[in-house]
């Protein structure tokens, strides 16, 4: 997805200095710029709740843990890989470092952010990192592809990714994609647009037009794509963060209408932590993974309550996004996540797994691809450390539930300051 | 005798001059073609080829220099320039460090293959081969490979990018060197084995001085490809505080702040021109005892 458009422009000068990798260097990266950098892998998302509060079982079956046979951890070093660079998307995590939930866990918890080309569960699965975050069908993928991970905690319940468009176009339900110019970012991210698709009976070969999106949202707002791929606690705010060059004034939510794959009935889960498998049969590994999830719950139950704080405790680790768009993500987050499943927050719900699997072995993209040939082993998952650390969570006084969440209204500025 | 001195002069005014105006020229194209191309992009023969034009795909270069003075984000304190210049700076060593090393690397090379026959013929295969692998595919592998070779050891986030950029670097300077050292003549070296010198004061005598030519414009390659090595190898692994992770970063916020991400270009930009001066220095150097070039 890189787009690497070197261009030409023979310059005729003079100087050998001049002519080496400067100015052609130099045109070329402006060229490529131009085009747009189009950048690889899971573009972070934002999507608001769709189905809040629908109530799930927890997943029956899945990898048995023997969780009384763990060790509890005593300043065991742990490396966590981030499935995109330091944002509030993983705002949790972050937290239970900086508020020492892990340490007092027995954990010295390391986060490593990722880049364009980083796939978490590789990384995983290579045994470099400990933990990782990921999506749920990347990760399936990679380990149908042979990366045994074990989902051990489902953070995230809803998922967060919409279609966005302006009101003229009269997109309001997935339905309305037929005849239109759908921007999608491919690699992965296009199920859930073939999904609602294949749900409402539309062939996404002849139905309508997709457009491979960058990572900007600036084919919507130039009009060559008519609703673009995006999540609601990144893209989304870009969209309402930039100048209308008609009225001078941002984008509001009044412009726009959005289609929620979560409410669309196809939403596929997203952000779950993921441990390897093989180890977690090692008593003290499988210690580590509850002390993990049971610190990474309270740093996001911290979040919940704190927003604005985590806000800061996310900048402080590098986050490069403006203060405004900062506690968007933040308060978009806290939606995907609160209220929990029932069980608590990181429970894995039948329903979801479920729906999420179906979807990666049912829906075909254009290449008539799934991302799944078959349904993935029982192995792929596993409630029993989710439940261990939920258990020992709510002995130590932290509200795993969130049910009385309600999420705050953010107000964006220009350029997400 | 005044009018040589008056052309000296002026070639070294002109030459002087080149390097702004080749900056005018490069936003005066840009500015050219926002003008006069079509806002929307355009296809040349049914392909998407001609970028689009607006402001938002193809901000003015004035509103990218303007952009540089204000802060990376509202509320900040640093201004853009001084973050950009810093990761540029940051990336800047890598890179050295990838030239040097790979120049290194490409010189052993070409004087083991010169030695022996049989290594030329074993290496050269792979050599080419190695250059075919997609550095998004190896980027990925080596930052894992590193981080598990590391384990407990301190900061060596930048290792797997320096290691792209010697990966790139090393390759024509060794194919380069190598062809140098065995330009000498056959004469020569009889020559030298009349004088009974060794094989190596032969390899530092003849072979090196006579590869000198073949070695700049390979020295000039191993610069570029270490620069490209390391930006890429920054956004492909998101390595922080390098300037390919402000591409990466900016090009994000590119929806309501299209110049910021030309900032972070910029610094790439500069990055490549600080390292081509600095081959362009080094092949003075190379080159100060060689006769001059026949016209």
Same mark, same amino acid.
């Given at each position: 997805?890189?787009?690497?458009?070197?261009?030409?422009?023979?310059?005729?000068?003079?100087?050998?200095?001049?002519?080496?990798?400067?100015?052609?260097?130099?045109?070329?990266?402006?060229?490529?710029?131009?085009?747009?950098?189009?950048?690889?892998?899971?573009?972070?998302?934002?999507?608001?709740?769709?189905?809040?509060? !629908?109530?799930?079982?927890?997943? =029956? *079956?899945?990898?048995?843990? /023997?969780?009384?046979?763990?060790?509890?951890? @005593? #300043?065991?070093?742990?490396?966590?890989?981030?499935?995109?660079?330091?944002?509030?998307?993983?705002?949790?995590?972050?937290?239970?470092?900086?508020?020492?939930?892990?340490?007092?866990?027995?954990?010295?918890?390391?986060?490593?952010?990722?880049?364009?080309?980083?796939?978490?569960?590789?990384?995983?699965?290579?045994?470099?990192?400990?933990?990782?975050?990921?999506?749920?069908?990347? !990760?399936?993928?990679?380990?149908? =592809? *042979?990366?045994?991970?074990? /989902?051990?905690?489902?953070?995230?319940?809803? @998922? #967060?990714?919409?279609?966005?468009?302006?009101?003229?176009?009269?997109?309001?339900?997935?339905?309305?994609?037929?005849?239109?110019?759908?921007?999608?970012?491919?690699?992965?991210?296009?199920?859930?647009?073939?999904?609602?698709?294949?749900?409402?009976?539309?062939?996404?070969?002849?139905?309508?037009?997709?457009?491979?999106?960058?990572?900007?949202?600036?084919?919507?707002?130039?009009?060559?794509?008519?609703?673009?791929? =995006?999540?609601?606690?990144?893209?989304?705010?870009?969209?309402?963060?930039?100048?209308?060059?008609?009225?001078?004034?941002?984008?509001?939510?009044?412009?726009?209408?959005?289609?929620?794959?979560?409410?669309?009935?196809?939403?596929?889960?997203?952000?779950?932590?993921?441990?390897?498998?093989?180890?977690?049969?090692?008593?003290?590994?499988?210690?580590?993974?509850?002390?993990?999830?049971?610190?990474?719950?309270?740093?996001?139950?911290?979040?919940?309550?704190?927003?604005?704080?985590?806000?800061?405790?996310?900048?402080?680790?590098?986050?490069?996004?403006?203060?405004?768009?900062?506690?968007?993500?933040?308060?978009?987050?806290?939606?995907?996540?609160?209220?929990?499943?029932?069980?608590?927050?990181?429970?894995?719900?039948?329903?979801?797994?479920?729906?999420?699997?179906?979807?990666?072995?049912?829906?075909?993209?254009?290449?008539?691809?799934?991302?799944?040939?078959?349904?993935?082993?029982?192995?792929?998952?596993?409630?029993?450390?989710?439940?261990?650390?939920?258990?020992?969570?709510?002995?130590?006084?932290?509200?795993?539930?969130?049910?009385?969440?309600?999420?705050?209204?953010?107000?964006?500025?220009?350029?997400?300051? | 005798?005044?009018?040589?001195?008056?052309?000296?002069?002026?070639?070294?005014?002109?030459?002087?001059?080149?390097?702004?105006?080749?900056?005018?020229?490069?936003?005066?194209?840009?500015?050219?073609?926002?003008?006069?191309?079509?806002?929307?992009?355009?296809?040349?023969?049914?392909?998407?080829?001609?970028?689009?034009?607006?402001?938002?795909?193809?901000?003015?270069?004035?509103?990218?220099?303007?952009?540089?003075?204000?802060?990376?984000?509202?509320?900040?304190?640093?201004?853009?320039?001084?973050?950009?210049?810093?990761?540029?700076?940051?990336?800047?060593?890598?890179?050295?460090?990838?030239?040097?090393?790979?120049?290194?690397?490409?010189?052993?090379?070409?004087?083991?293959?010169?030695?022996?026959?049989?290594?030329?013929?074993?290496?050269?295969?792979?050599?080419?081969?190695?250059?075919?692998?997609?550095?998004?595919?190896?980027?990925?592998?080596?930052?894992?490979?590193?981080?598990?070779?590391?384990?407990?050891?301190?900061?060596?986030?930048?290792?797997?990018?320096?290691?792209?950029?010697?990966?790139?670097?090393?390759?024509?300077?060794?194919?380069?060197?190598?062809?140098?050292?065995?330009?000498?003549?056959?004469?020569?070296?009889?020559?030298?084995?009349?004088?009974?010198?060794?094989?190596?004061?032969?390899?530092?005598?003849?072979?090196?001085?006579?590869?000198?030519?073949?070695?700049?414009?390979?020295?000039?390659?191993?610069?570029?490809?270490?620069?490209?090595?390391?930006?890429?190898?920054?956004?492909?692994?998101?390595?922080?505080?390098?300037?390919?992770?402000?591409?990466?970063?900016?090009?994000?916020?590119?929806?309501?702040?299209?110049?910021?991400?030309?900032?972070?270009?910029?610094?790439?930009?500069?990055?490549?021109?600080?390292?081509?001066?600095?081959?362009?220095?080094?092949?003075?150097?190379?080159?100060?005892?060689?006769?001059?070039?026949?016209?």
């Amino acid at each position: 997805m890189n787009h690497t458009t070197t261009i030409k422009g023979e310059q005729h000068m003079r100087t050998r200095a001049v002519k080496t990798l400067s100015v052609a260097g130099l045109s070329g990266l402006l060229a490529v710029a131009a085009f747009g950098t189009a950048s690889a892998t899971t573009p972070p998302t934002t999507p608001a709740a769709g189905t809040m509060g !629908a109530m799930g079982t927890p997943a =029956a *079956g899945g990898l048995k843990v /023997d969780v009384s046979k763990c060790t509890a951890p @005593s #300043g065991a070093k742990v490396k966590l890989q981030l499935q995109w660079k330091a944002q509030s998307q993983f705002a949790g995590y972050y937290a239970a470092v900086d508020q020492g939930f892990y340490k007092d866990a027995g954990l010295d918890v390391q986060i490593i952010e990722a880049g364009a080309d980083t796939k978490p569960q590789q990384v995983l699965a290579s045994g470099a990192v400990d933990f990782a975050i990921s999506w749920v069908p990347k !990760a399936l993928a990679e380990r149908e =592809a *042979g990366a045994k991970v074990t /989902d051990i905690a489902q953070i995230f319940r809803r @998922s #967060g990714t919409l279609q966005v468009s302006f009101k003229d176009k009269n997109i309001t339900s997935s339905k309305d994609f037929k005849g239109k110019k759908i921007g999608n970012w491919g690699f992965g991210n296009e199920y859930e647009i073939f999904a609602a698709l294949s749900k409402d009976g539309l062939d996404p070969a002849k139905d309508v037009q997709l457009i491979g999106q960058q990572f900007d949202m600036n084919g919507l707002l130039s009009g060559e794509i008519d609703a673009a791929e =995006a999540m609601t606690y990144n893209e989304y705010a870009q969209v309402l963060e930039a100048k209308n060059p008609a009225t001078g004034k941002l984008y509001t939510p009044d412009e726009l209408n959005v289609v929620s794959y979560e409410s669309e009935g196809v939403g596929m889960l997203q952000d779950a932590i993921w441990a390897d498998q093989a180890k977690l049969s090692d008593p003290a590994y499988c210690g580590e993974a509850i002390a993990f999830v049971k610190a990474s719950i309270q740093g996001w139950a911290f979040c919940r309550d704190n927003p604005e704080k985590c806000r800061d405790i996310v900048s402080a680790a590098g986050s490069t996004w403006g203060k405004g768009h900062e506690l968007w993500m933040m308060n978009e987050i806290n939606k995907l996540i609160w209220p929990a499943a029932t069980g608590g927050v990181g429970t894995i719900e039948q329903e979801a797994w479920d729906r999420t699997v179906a979807t990666a072995t049912g829906t075909k993209n254009l290449d008539g691809k799934t991302v799944l040939t078959k349904a993935p082993d029982a192995e792929s998952y596993t409630n029993d450390i989710v439940t261990e650390a939920l258990k020992q969570a709510k002995a130590a006084g932290v509200d795993v539930d969130g049910a009385g969440f309600t999420p705050a209204t953010v107000e964006l500025q220009e350029g997400g300051a | 005798m005044t009018e040589a001195v008056t052309v000296k002069r002026s070639v070294r005014l002109r030459r002087a001059l080149m390097y702004p105006l080749s900056f005018v020229l490069v936003a005066c194209a840009w500015e050219l073609y926002k003008w006069l191309g079509p806002p929307a992009g355009g296809k040349v023969l049914g392909m998407r080829l001609l970028a689009r034009t607006n402001d938002r795909a193809m901000p003015h270069t004035w509103k990218m220099i303007e952009r540089l003075a204000h802060p990376e984000v509202r509320g900040r304190s640093d201004a853009i320039w001084l973050v950009v210049s810093r990761a540029t700076w940051y990336s800047f060593r890598v890179a050295l460090a990838a030239f040097v090393i790979g120049v290194l690397l490409g010189l052993v090379l070409a004087v083991v293959m010169v030695r022996f026959k049989t290594a030329e013929r074993a290496l050269m295969p792979y050599l080419a081969i190695s250059q075919t692998v997609p550095i998004i595919v190896l980027a990925p592998l080596l930052a894992t490979l590193i981080i598990n070779i590391n384990k407990g050891l301190v900061d060596t986030k930048w290792l797997p990018v320096m290691v792209l950029g010697v990966f790139l670097a090393f390759f024509p300077v060794a194919v380069s060197a190598l062809k140098g050292l065995q330009s000498t003549n056959a004469a020569s070296l009889e020559l030298m084995d009349s004088y009974a010198a060794g094989w190596w004061k032969t390899l530092f005598k003849l072979r090196f001085p006579a590869a000198v030519p073949y070695l700049t414009p390979a020295l000039r390659l191993a610069g570029a490809s270490a620069v490209v090595g390391v930006v890429v190898g920054e956004i492909s692994t998101g390595l922080r505080t390098g300037v390919g992770r402000l591409v990466l970063s900016y090009g994000q916020d590119a929806t309501s702040d299209p110049p910021k991400l030309y900032t972070a270009v910029f610094g790439a930009a500069a990055l490549g021109l600080v390292m081509s001066a600095l081959v362009v220095a080094l092949d003075k150097l190379l080159r100060r005892n060689l006769p001059p070039e026949p016209v």
